[in-house]
């Protein structure tokens, strides 16, 4: 008797702990089949699509082909060599798709800018603001280290030497 009282309360307590886990479990298991369907829906291309964003992202520095495939309209500006860093990093600030293109017949390098065409206001403000910092580089002339080393060796030279006497004295 004893025996079958154990039993049957075994077995309650081991159905009433399945009934728990069920009921826990269940809330999470239509939130993963939710999911799946979701994912099982979306067409596997767009999935492609989304690595290929993160290896070759279409914001900022990219190539003309790029540029193009977007479909916007393109447009383009000649660029000197000696500016190009500084168009680069103005043109990073605002967040401008653009694309370099090197001429190869010129000496020195020019570079042809494109970039979107619905971007035309902000490449006007990037312009206005890369102006202002070509400016600024050429009011402040910076001499050459040669030219500085070149004119201390003249300022040494202009001084003149001391002669050094050497006196020996003899002490006890």
């Keep these: 008797m004893r025996k079958a009282l154990h039993e049957e309360v075994s077995k309650e307590i081991t159905d009433k702990s399945v009934h728990i ?14 999911a799946l369907k979701e994912v099982a829906k979306k067409p ?3 999935a492609g699509h989304a690595i290929g964003q993160k290896i070759h992202p279409t ?6 082909k790029t540029l193009i ?3 916007q309209g393109v447009s383009s500006i000649p ?20 694309a370099v293109v090197k001429d190869k017949n010129s000496e020195p390098p020019i570079y042809t800018i ?11 403000r990037i312009l206005d603001d890369y102006a202002a910092k070509q400016i600024k580089k050429s009011s402040v002339e910076k001499t050459s280290v040669r030219e500085k080393l ?16 050497k006196k020996k004295e003899r002490s006890r």
Excluded: H, N, W
């Design 21 to 34: 886990a069920v009921r826990l479990a269940k809330p999470v298991l239509e939130d993963f089949m939710k």
């Design 44 to 46: 596997v291309k767009a």
């Design 59 to 64: 914001e900022g520095k990219q190539s003309v």
């Design 69 to 71: 495939r977007q479909g």
């Design 79 to 98: 660029l000197a060599d000696e500016g190009l860093k500084d168009f680069q990093k103005i043109a990073k600030k605002y967040g401008v798709d653009f």
């Design 114 to 124: 494109f970039f979107k065409a619905k971007d035309q206001d902000a490449i006007t």
């Design 150 to 165: 070149k004119k201390f060796k003249e300022i040494v030279a202009a001084i003149p030497k001391k002669v050094a006497e």
